[in-house]
């Protein structure tokens, strides 16, 4: 049984630049998490998507936005990169509310 | 004051010891506890989820609540260099979709 997959594991972006992460949640996973890590700090809650919407969203400007399809899967986009968004950027699927997260391994980007 | 705090170590024992790693809170309305293990260039992998107050025992973790202290404990028992690696505990409660993180505790179980 396939969890949580993240693509691209590495990303190498310049300033000022967008990007577009992707996730496939863990099958039977209907909600999908977005979270960034910065280096020797916890994850960060970015937004949650159910049903295709943004459900809730945390302290992250306007810049970063994302989209559910369908099928569950989830995609992240940053635009105008900041040297200050460098991070692992991780993917975490649930279903049902309070029942803990499945992770995903994370993309790594690094904006220079 | 942040709303979870916990030491980032690094916390230095020997194969077979008992560790302790704990998280405190100034939030009283959270309700649920975890504690997510990392290993280097991975993501979290969940090891305990509880509700409310207690403990709950899963094989050589135990888990712990005291939420009128707002403080939360893992323990690892007979620990092994397979455990070497970053516990990170994470909180919410019934009002929000999101869990707030400590930074994380960096154990190192040696041979």
């Known amino acids: 049984d396939a969890g949580v997959t993240q693509s691209p594991t590495h990303l190498i972006k310049t300033r000022g630049q967008q990007v577009t992460l992707r996730c496939s949640p863990k099958s039977g996973h209907d909600t999908v998490s977005w979270y960034q890590q910065a280096l020797g700090q916890g994850p960060q809650f970015i937004f949650q998507?159910?049903?295709?919407?943004?459900?809730q969203r945390g302290n992250f400007p306007d810049r970063f936005s994302g989209h559910q399809f369908p099928n569950y899967s989830s995609e992240l986009n940053v635009n105008a990169l900041l040297l200050g968004d460098s991070a692992l950027y991780l993917c975490?699927?649930?279903?049902?509310?309070?029942?803990?997260?499945?992770f995903g391994s994370g993309t790594r980007l690094t904006v220079v | 004051q942040k709303e979870v705090e916990q030491d980032p170590g690094p916390l230095s024992v020997p194969e077979g010891a008992i560790v302790s790693l704990n998280c405190t809170y100034s939030n009283s309305a959270f309700q649920y506890f975890m504690w997510y293990r990392q290993y280097s260039r991975k993501g979290p992998e969940l090891l305990m989820y509880t509700y409310s107050s207690g403990n709950k025992e899963d094989g050589r973790f135990t888990a712990q609540v005291d939420k009128s202290s707002k403080y939360i404990s893992l323990f690892i028992r007979d620990s092994q260099p397979s455990d070497s690696a970053t516990y990170l505990c994470a909180l919410t409660t019934s009002g929000t979709y999101k869990y707030i993180f400590g930074t994380g505790t960096r154990l190192k179980v040696l041979a």
């Open positions: 975490a699927s649930s279903s049902g509310q309070h029942y803990g997260y499945t």
């Open positions: 998507y159910y049903e295709e919407e943004e459900r």
